[in-house]
């Protein structure tokens, strides 16, 4: 089973599959609440773009939220005010932290108990670009990574194996950064989950197991030649030891006195 962020974006629902789209609050990525994001809105001049934002959330003000580019082909998004362009990938999809600090998170909620293989990439957009922080959270308690993002069109990506229980989350996560600057933080966010076939641990543990007897039969090959090579010299040796004897005059070997 696998999943993508971007081929399960749903226009519709907030959960969406294991999918859910929401916030942190300021300070508290790791141990913070998560808070679902309330209603999508189309960009007002341009509306292949999206976004899911919270109550107090719509296009250009305040910005926290989880941004959308619903058609197959790339988009440059210029923003009206300041001429800003934001590059978007074919459906990619950015994340762009609150002006008061908020952190915009996507959440994976696991279905099922498994190791789960992850492939993230994080990379500026904006042509205006400087910090971002970012995260990858397991479960509310663990940072898996943070790193920070420095100028235009810096990009960095994570892989990982992790085991994760049924309903356990795993949190993407982008911040503002170590400028403490909201603007310009607009991240492009490719994350892929694949859940690992468990059939493979299975096949290895199979073939640990046969090894067994194979090394068992090759060990009890090897002691029956060993005992066979004794049976054999001490045959040699009874053989031999019976010509010494019958040979003439082996048995007095010593000199004979007259009288």
Request: aromatic share 12%; net charge negative; charged share 15%.
């Amino acid at each position: 089973m696998a999943w993508s962020l971007s081929s399960d974006f749903s226009l519709i629902h907030n959960p969406s599959s294991v999918w859910s789209y929401g916030s942190k609050p300021v300070g508290h990525y790791v141990s913070g609440t998560f808070s679902l994001f309330t209603h999508l809105d189309r960009e007002p001049s341009f509306g292949d773009i999206v976004a899911w934002f919270g109550g107090d959330t719509v296009w250009y003000t305040n910005w926290l939220g989880v941004y959308y580019n619903t058609r197959p082909t790339a988009i440059n998004l210029k923003e009206p005010a300041t001429g800003v362009i934001s590059a978007y990938t074919a459906n990619g999809v950015a994340m762009h932290p609150g002006k008061d600090g908020r952190f915009s998170v996507v959440r994976f909620t696991a279905p099922t108990d498994g190791n789960y293989a992850l492939d993230v990439t994080f990379t500026h957009i904006l042509s205006c670009s400087s910090n971002t922080g970012v995260y990858i959270v397991y479960n509310n308690l663990v940072t898996l990574w943070e790193i920070e993002l420095a100028g235009v069109g810096d990009s960095k990506s994570f892989k990982s194996i992790d085991a994760v229980k049924s309903n356990e989350s795993i949190d993407f996560i982008v911040g503002v950064g170590l400028d403490n600057i909201f603007n310009c933080d607009l991240t492009l966010s490719r994350v892929d989950v694949r859940l690992l076939d468990n059939s493979t641990n299975e096949t290895q543990t199979n073939k640990s197991t046969t090894k067994v007897p194979v090394i068992a039969g090759s060990i009890g090959i090897i002691l029956g030649l060993v005992i066979v090579a004794i049976l054999f010299y001490v045959y040699y040796r009874y053989r031999k030891n019976k010509q010494n004897i019958n040979t003439p005059g082996a048995m007095n070997s010593g000199h004979e006195v007259v009288g």
